[in-house]
Nanobody, 116 residues
Framework: QVQLVESGGGLVQPGGSLRLSCAASGNIFSIVERGWYRQAPGKQRELVATITTGGSTNYADSVKGRFTISRDNAKNTVFLQMNNLKAEDTAVYYC??????????WGQGTQVTVSS
């Protein structure tokens, strides 16, 4: 089992920045990929960014150039730095972990609201 705990959401004005954190615990040695997803009201959950244990990253086109995913292996924590936030970035952001058996784990979600 893997447990994921997110933090860092909140209310920010358009053009502002936020940094999300996701700490993992449990059977972390089985994890091959970490990521962030988001779900806006009335929409399906969508991928935001992922990072593999090898350090390869992948981003949704809508966030490229504005969001950066990174990790601190010593703290088993993944970050999502979000810059130049837009109203359409408003959503609940979920931390994700994928293990070697392709099983997914999810955090509880953190709300990000971009509004003036």
């Amino acid at each position: 089992q893997v447990q994921l705990v997110e933090s860092g959401g909140g209310l920010v004005q358009p053009g502002g920045s936020l940094r999300l954190s996701c700490a993992a615990s449990g059977n972390i040695f089985s994890i091959v990929e970490r990521g962030w997803y988001r779900q806006a009201p009335g929409k399906q959950r969508e991928l935001v960014a992922t990072i593999t244990t090898g350090g390869s990253t992948n981003y949704a086109d809508s966030v490229k150039g504005r969001f950066t995913i990174s990790r601190d292996n010593a703290k088993n924590t993944v970050f999502l730095q979000m810059n130049n936030l837009k109203a359409e970035d408003t959503a609940v952001y979920y931390c994700n972990a994928l293990n070697m058996g392709r099983r997914e784990y999810w955090g509880q979600g953190t709300q990000v609201t971009v509004s003036s």
